[in-house]
Structures are given as structure tokens and as C-alpha cells.
């Protein structure tokens, strides 16, 4: 059964809305957008190493277009030559040998902190083991909004349990990913790529009202948004703009001004 094609679906599914992409759930949303950018927000985007920054350069310029008040990125210092002239805000941390963050990173990556109102972990992180440490500590003491997205979720895995129960959290993450991270916290549902939406909606409504966690996924052919046991879905035909990165940036950016988490997230997927 795919409810978005019946008129059950808030009969059956209470906590389930569906939305189409040229009429938004929340329209206010939009229209309530400061038009000052200077009351947007201001994120910080973290990623990068020695082989790669695609997804934090993505990023960065998704946020600047979606609406963010101020961007600034943060580097491994290897990058230092070799980022392009369109990102103007760019900051940089001590790398290890592998070419992503280091431990002596963290000081740099907490003062991004305490300058932003939200945190995308963007993702070409690397896969070193000193990487992962310093993104977990960074996540222990941050105390806004995190996305996470790519592989910076697999990043972190071993540290599910932990984000999970942390407020202001928010993971873009393919279906696989999502697979993982009901194995990592040992939650007692299988997900299966046959599953029907309903099943995954069900899944995830009752995964958010167990963890204060915020999830989008995609799944045969539907962006799924889960928020304190409210889901919203709508139909996705571009799972290259949730790979590359752009669905994350606009979700982080709409976080950064709305107080209202699945409201934003909603409007931030029919605005792309």
C-alpha cells in the first residue's frame, strides 16, 4: 500500500502527512523567512579531506541559496590551497597524516560552535580513527543543531547510541544507512529495502518517539521526515541532491531560523 495514492491515510496513520511538491504542508514556513540575513542564522559546516571536499563545497553553496545567514566552513589545513575562490568563508584546523581532522582540531571545530546556531557534518571526512574521535567529542559538547549526512554518519557509528538520545539532532542518511543505525542502538525492528512505505513509516514514527533523534530517508521513490513520532513523506526524484549533499544543507539551514523542526524540514523539500 503506498497511502499517498488513498484518502485513508490519516484515518489508519494519524501521525503520517503526505505532501505533493508544488503544494507545501506548511506554507507559512516560507513566507515567515526573515528577510534579514542577519536573522537567519549562521551555520558551520564541517567536512573535507585530503582527497576530497565535493560534499562541504556543495554544501556551502546550497546553504548560501536556500537562505542562511551566514555560512563558514571548516577545513583540514590541507585544503588550504585548494579550495575554490567561490567559497569566501573558510576556516581551517590541524589535519593528521591521512589528511582529515585531527585531534587538535577540536578547539577550531568548538569555536565554530559557539559562533554558529546549527552544525552540517557534510561529509568526505575520511576514515581515520583520530577523525572519529574528534567528531564525537565535538558532538558531545555541542549543544545545537548537528546534521549529519554521507559518510559522516558512518563516521560516528559506533558513537549511534550516544547521538541518538541527544536533542537537536537531526540524520540525512540513505535507507542503508538507516538499516545500521536501528542495528547500532539495537532496536528491535528489521528494515528491509521490500518494505512497504507504510512499514517504514510505522518504523520510524515509533524510533523517534523512543529517541529524540530527527530522520529523512529515502525510500522507493519517497523522502521520508520523522520528528517526535510525526512523518511526513513526499515524493523524491532526485536521490543524487540527498548523495551530493544539497537536501542536508537546506535542511541544516532551515533548522538555523524556524522553531518549528518537522515544519521546516517539509518546507525546506519543496523548495529545492
Known amino acids: 500500500m503506498?497511502?499517498?495514492?488513498?484518502?485513508?491515510t490519516m484515518q489508519q496513520f494519524p501521525y503520517w502527512r503526505?505532501?505533493?511538491?508544488?503544494?507545501?504542508l506548511f506554507p507559512d514556513v516560507e513566507w515567515n523567512k526573515p528577510e534579514q540575513r542577519s536573522l537567519r542564522?549562521?551555520?558551520?559546516i564541517i567536512g573535507g579531506n585530503k582527497l576530497g571536499f565535493a560534499g562541504v563545497a556543495e554544501a556551502y553553496g546550497t546553504a548560501l541559496s536556500a537562505g542562511a545567514g551566514e555560512v563558514k566552513v571548516l577545513l583540514p589545513d590541507v585544503l588550504r590551497k585548494t579550495i575554490p575562490p567561490a567559497i569566501t568563508e573558510a576556516v581551517f584546523a590541524p589535519n593528521n597524516i591521512s589528511g582529515s581532522l585531527s585531534?587538535?582540531?577540536?578547539g577550531d571545530m568548538q569555536n565554530l560552535g559557539a559562533w554558529s546556531t546549527g552544525i552540517l557534518l557534510a561529509g568526505d571526512a575520511g576514515k581515520s580513527s583520530e577523525t572519529t574521535v574528534v567528531y564525537d567529542d565535538f558532538i558531545e559538547s555541542?549543544?545545537?543543531?548537528?546534521?549529519l549526512t554521507r559518510d559522516a554518519v558512518d563516521l560516528v557509528r559506533r558513537s549511534a547510541p550516544v547521538i541518538v538520545e541527544r536533542n537537536r539532532t537531526l540524520y540525512v542518511l540513505s535507507f542503508a544507512q538507516l538499516q545500521k543505525?536501528?542495528?547500532d542502538v539495537y532496536y528491535p525492528k528489521i528494515l528491509t529495502f521490500s518494505m512497504q512505505l507504510a512499514q517504514l513509516v510505522e518504523n520510524v514514527h515509533k524510533f523517534t518517539l523512543s529517541y529524540p533523534v530527527t530522520l529523512m530517508?529515502?525510500?522507493?521513490?519517497?523522502?521520508?521526515?520523522?520528528?517526535?513520532?510525526?512523518?511526513?513523506?513526499?515524493?523524491w526524484d532526485n536521490p543524487m541532491a540527498i548523495w551530493r549533499g544539497q537536501t542536508a544543507a537546506r535542511a541544516a539551514s532551515?533548522?538555523?531560523w524556524h522553531p518549528k523542526p518537522l515544519e521546516a524540514l517539509a518546507a525546506s523539500i519543496t523548495t529545492r
Do not use: C
Open 181 to 183: 543505525l536501528f542495528q
Open 142 to 147: 555541542y549543544s545545537g543543531w548537528i546534521t
Open 18 to 24: 503526505t505532501q505533493d511538491t508544488d503544494k507545501p
Open 41 to 44: 542564522g549562521r551555520l558551520g
Open 2 to 8: 503506498q497511502p499517498h495514492d488513498t484518502i485513508d
Open 254 to 256: 532551515a533548522l538555523l
Open 103 to 106: 585531534k587538535e582540531a577540536l
Open 217 to 235: 530517508t529515502l525510500h522507493q521513490g519517497y523522502l521520508v521526515i520523522a520528528h517526535e513520532g510525526q512523518v511526513v513523506t513526499q515524493k
